[in-house]
């Protein structure tokens, strides 16, 4: 990987930034905020460009009005050229940085600045569009490959890092699944460190994927985390010994109750299961007869035993 | 003097053939002879004894010594077809009497010594010596005797221990068998019985099925292997062998059929043969020669077997024959008359004898692969056994009418039109239930407007203060408690150890543990396979299966695992063979307390 120079690698980090889960956050543990989370993702970036000149970063932040691109922006006004980090007017850090993470890290402070300012609760949904920000990171990827491909001839791999916070959306489900399995399709690999409580959507995504799921112990080391973990790309990993996989809970939800079951029952017309018998199927309202074994007359011998 | 019945009845048998050629004469005088040698060899009914007598022998005397001591007492030797006998000088009964298959050798004295003995020895360890004491013939007498029981005592012996054999066999071929033979018997955690139990009556079905052995086809060369070799004057000789002759037999039924007809009576065997070979039949022309030829008869049958224009004004007649393909038909103005001759008069002479001799292989190939697969049928009749070489069964088409025949034709599936399987209509009413994930529908956490706002606005500030930072991004402490976690052995990689567990242990260890798996699997299959109880049988039979369990796991398995845990720790690879037995005996529980409550 390292000699290949014609090589392109390009790690895409999908944020999740929801104002209300990160407010409660601060609330609770003042030590760890949004602002250590931000920081602990710069370093990620910059230790990711840092590997080789090939590396490529994208980072999404995934709130519940929409998903923006922190870095690179279109907005930044120093102009055009946010990937080669050619700048007109590079902002002085003044510790002698590479400027290409000096710029990304002052894209994504300046972007992440505004997006927070311009947060409204218009609707009811509190929920984080996480299956939109991957879909975006599926579309930027898939440009990229395209603009690399034609232009420069480099072939690139890519994957995407999934920082979440919040719980899981229930209605984005199927648009999620569908994300999951173009990006398998793609050989594109979706890595997810959880910060507060189990997804199993992203359990999923990462099996399916071929990626890492990592439920984090303690929120204040996270970039230890992410630096052990998800900095190290596809052909390295089988060389580290890295946490195992976990084992994902593919159990089907009944249609009536949504809870996980394991033996239910299935209509053969539409297919919707259900946990429990009813003679009608309830989405497609088909009549079904089911022989049920003819064990009532022990069953009353047995009733009157126990008596 | 030694009487051989059997040489008797075959010296007749020669006798009678050469002298006689009606078969109830012959049969006749066979049977007279019959009872002539058995009024000698049988004597007179005594029913004074109650141990086997004479009398009730129907079996077929083989050899009869006479002078032969047993125990130092004269007596006669009597060979039978099941069992050897000695009754002594004088009375009529025997005294010892054993069965050949309770033989297990027999032992003659040296050649030397001048006492002549056969000895028996049975196998529960007995045995009884025979002294030959005729003075002239006693070496020829232990001979006859020793042959005989050479001969005979095989065939016995074979039924005897065909089980054990075949057991033997099983555990020698299936070494996983074996291996579970030698946990389980061997160290008497269950009996031989029960092991063989079940095994034997689904082994037997197995063998009848491997002993159907292929037979041996025929060689599609054998008529050319018989050369001929010139006898110096003018001749030939043919050397025919049993198996050639067979050959001939199997390929062309019509050549068994005249043979059968024609020898003994008409002809011997070498004129038949003789006759065979001069006969235009067989060789390579065939042209026909006049209707005193035996074998021309057999040309015609043949013929009749060849696919010729016959068969081609069949189907016409038929109302099924493809236009496009009937080439080189004659042409022939009527078409429902009679079949044309089977040879053009415009061919030449050569092309005559060319498509003959064509035909002759081509027909010489189907009789042999015909022979082939008409093994094991029932003898046919010459009609169908030709039809058979064609490969088609013409005559069940000619009895349909002909208009049927003609819509069955033209009939194809494909034209039809499609029949497929009612199919129900989909019909969603809810169709949104797809969409939703194997999430919860309401989230546990439940915030109110004011959480939110609050939220948001704590957020807002936060960031609009926001400066990165990236020196003070991890302290060492929380690094050092991350590595950690994330080391082997960390809180992080609990799960992978447990699947190296197979790396743990070395592959002796495994293999034993693999062999306890197979052990218990099958006493556990024995134990369950007795429920549902219904009979007293079973009943015991899950009380011992119980004790076999427990006795299982005492000797076997508790040792393995001790052994396990003091060398490889903390290994606990005997779980779940612990929860299985647990399992079988909670299930005894159960079902013996629901007795208890049924009887009381």
């Known amino acids: 990987m390292s000699g290949d120079r014609y090589e392109l690698n390009l790690l895409v980090i999908v944020m999740d930034v929801n104002p209300i889960w990160w407010g409660q956050q601060a609330q609770r543990e003042p030590e760890f905020t949004l602002s250590k989370c931000l920081d602990a993702v710069m370093v ?30 279109k907005n930044w006004t120093g102009g055009d050229g946010a990937w080669d980090g050619t700048m007109d007017e590079a902002p002085y850090c003044g510790d002698g940085k590479y400027e290409l993470l000096s710029v990304a890290n002052n894209v994504v402070a300046e972007e992440m600045k505004r997006v927070m300012s311009t947060t409204e609760m218009k609707g009811n949904s509190t929920d984080t569009l996480l299956a939109g920000s991957l879909a975006k990171a599926l579309c930027c990827i898939l440009l990229q490959k395209i603009v690399t491909f034609f232009s420069a001839g480099q072939e690139m791999k890519s994957r995407i890092l999934v920082i979440k916070t919040a719980e899981d959306c229930a209605r984005q489900y199927m648009n999620f699944m569908n994300v999951i399995f173009a990006a398998q399709k793609q050989n594109i690999l979706i890595d997810a460190c959880v910060l507060d409580s189990d997804s199993g959507l ?7 994927t071929g990626g890492l799921y990592l439920k984090i112990p303690q929120k204040i080391a996270l970039a230890q985390y992410l630096l052990w973990v998800f900095l190290p790309d596809l052909e390295q990993r089988p060389q580290l010994v890295l946490p195992p996989p976990v084992h994902v809970d593919y159990r089907a939800a009944c249609f009536c109750h949504r809870n996980l079951i394991e033996i239910g029952y299935v209509c053969s017309v539409c297919l919707s299961i259900f946990c429990n018998f009813s003679p009608i199927c309830t989405t497609c309202e088909t009549a079904f007869k089911i022989q049920l074994p003819q064990m009532m007359k022990s069953k009353k011998k047995k009733l009157k035993q126990s008596i | 003097m030694a009487v051989y019945v059997k040489d008797l009845i075959r010296i007749s048998h020669n006798w009678v053939d050469t002298h006689t050629c009606d078969v109830t004469t012959r049969g006749w005088i066979l049977r007279l002879l019959i009872n002539i040698t058995a009024s000698v060899v049988y004597p007179p009914l005594d029913d004074s004894c109650p141990s086997t007598t004479m009398a009730s022998l129907s079996e077929e005397v083989l050899l009869v010594l006479k002078k032969v001591r047993q125990r130092k ?36 004295s040296p050649d030397g010594k001048a006492k002549i003995q056969l000895q028996l020895v049975l196998h529960t360890g007995e045995s009884s010596t025979f002294h030959f004491s005729n ?41 996983v068998l074996f291996q579970l033979y030698k946990d389980l018997v061997v160290s008497q955690v269950i009996s031989a019985e029960e092991f063989w139990a079940n095994r034997m009556s689904t082994t037997n079905t197995e063998n009848t099925l491997s002993d159907k052995k292929q037979d041996v086809g025929i060689s599609a060369a054998f008529l050319a292997d018989i050369r001929p070799q010139t006898d110096g004057c003018n001749g030939l000789r043919y050397n025919l062998t049993p198996d050639i002759i067979e050959s001939i037999f199997r ?26 070979f001069q006969s235009h039949y067989f060789h390579r022309d065939r042209i026909s020669t006049g209707a005193l030829d035996i074998f021309s008869e057999c040309a ?24 496009l393909t009937a080439e080189g038909l004659p042409k022939e103005k009527k078409i429902g008359g009679k079949p044309a001759s089977t040879s053009n008069p415009n061919r030449t002479g050569k092309e005559n004898s060319n498509s003959a001799i064509i035909k002759r292989f081509n027909h010489h190939s189907a009789m042999i692969l015909a022979a082939g697969s008409r093994r094991g049928d029932a003898p046919n009749d010459q009609a169908s056994e ?35 399987p009612k199919t129900v209509a989909l019909n969603l009413k809810k169709s949104d239930r797809y969409a939703h994930g194997p999430v919860p529908l309401e989230s546990q956490k439940y915030t109110t407007s004011q959480d939110i706002i609050n939220s948001i606005t704590c957020i807002r500030h936060e960031m609009a203060n926001y400066v990165p930072n990236l020196a003070q991004v991890l302290t060492s402490s929380a690094v050092s408690s991350a590595i950690a976690a994330l080391s082997p052995g960390g809180v992080l990689m609990q799960t992978g150890t447990q699947q190296a567990i197979n790396q743990m242990v070395p592959s002796e260890v495994q293999g034993e543990l693999k062999h306890l798996y197979i052990a218990a699997g099958e006493l556990l299959r024995h134990f369950w396979t007795c429920f549902p109880v219904n009979s007293p049988f079973l009943e015991e039979k899950v009380v011992k299966m119980r004790s076999n369990l427990e006795r299982f796991q005492m000797t076997k398995l508790r040792p393995f695992q001790e052994k396990v845990q003091r060398q490889y720790l903390s290994a606990n690879i005997t779980g779940h063979l612990e929860e299985m037995l647990q399992t079988a005996y909670n299930k005894l529980h159960a079902w013996q307390t629901r007795r208890m409550m049924r009887k009381i």
């Not at chain 2, 043979?259 to 009576?265: D, I, K, L, Q, R």
């Open chain 1, 44 to 73: 990620m970036g910059n230790s990711h460009m840092a590997m080789t000149t090939t590396n490529r970063l994208a980072v999404i932040s995934s709130h519940f009005q929409d998903s923006h691109f922190l870095y690179p922006c």
């Open chain 1, 202 to 208: 992203l359990q999923q995504a990462c099996d399916i």
């Open chain 2, 73 to 108: 007492q004269d007596g006669t030797l009597y060979l039978m077809a099941e069992r050897i006998a000695w009754g002594p000088e004088g009375k009529d009964r025997f005294t010892v009497s054993h069965l050949y298959s309770d033989i297990r050798c027999q032992k003659i």
């Open chain 2, 135 to 175: 003075d002239s013939s006693a070496l020829t007498d232990r001979e006859a005797a020793k042959d005989l029981l050479q001969q005979l005592l095989p065939k016995f012996k074979k039924k005897a221990n065909k089980e054990l054999e075949e057991k033997n066999r099983m555990l020698q071929e299936d070494p």
């Open chain 2, 251 to 276: 390929t062309y039924p019509a050549v068994q059929q005249k043979y059968g007809e024609n020898v003994p009576h008409n002809l011997t065997e070498k004129e038949f043969w003789t006759r065979f």
């Open chain 2, 300 to 323: 015609k049958q043949d013929e009749k077997g060849n696919v010729t224009h016959l068969e081609l004004y069949r189907y016409i007649r038929s109302g099924v024959l493809n236009v």
């Open chain 2, 386 to 420: 030709t039809s058979s070489t064609d490969g088609n069964s013409r005559d069940s088409d000619l009895f349909q009418p002909p208009i049927k025949k003609v819509w069955w034709s033209i009939d194809y599936l494909d034209l039809q039109r499609e029949d497929g």
